[in-house]
Nanobody, 117 residues
């Protein structure tokens, strides 16, 4: 059973930093691309960043240069380091996994990040 559990969300002031974590189980971590998505109130869920099993990364323009995605194959965990946070980064952040061979996806339940101005 695929399980993705996010943590690390909280209230932070603009300009601050947060580290989100997503612990996975039930997946072959090395063959899954891992991603972070977010959904702000009243908005659709949007893609934030992706890291492949080989370590290639890609970012949405809105977070490029401020956020860093990484993964730990020993801990089966993916991280999102968020720096220079802005109020518009306020959202529920979701972890996503996608099997590179089957396309099977998994989702976490999300963690709330609130950035105050």
């Amino acid at each position: 059973q695929v399980q993705l559990v996010e943590s690390g969300g909280c209230l932070v002031q603009a300009g601050g930093s947060l580290l989100l974590s997503c612990v996975t189980s039930g997946i072959a971590f090395s063959i899954n691309a891992m991603g972070w998505y977010r959904q702000a109130p009243g908005n659709q869920r949007e893609w934030v960043a992706t890291i492949t099993g080989g370590g290639y990364t890609n970012y949405a323009d809105s977070v490029k240069g401020r956020f860093t995605i990484s993964r730990d194959a020993v801990k089966n965990t993916v991280y999102l380091q968020m720096d220079s946070l802005k109020p518009e980064d306020t959202a529920v952040y979701y972890c996503n996994s996608r099997n590179r061979y089957t396309g099977t996806e998994g989702w976490g339940k999300g963690t709330l990040v609130t950035v105050s101005s």
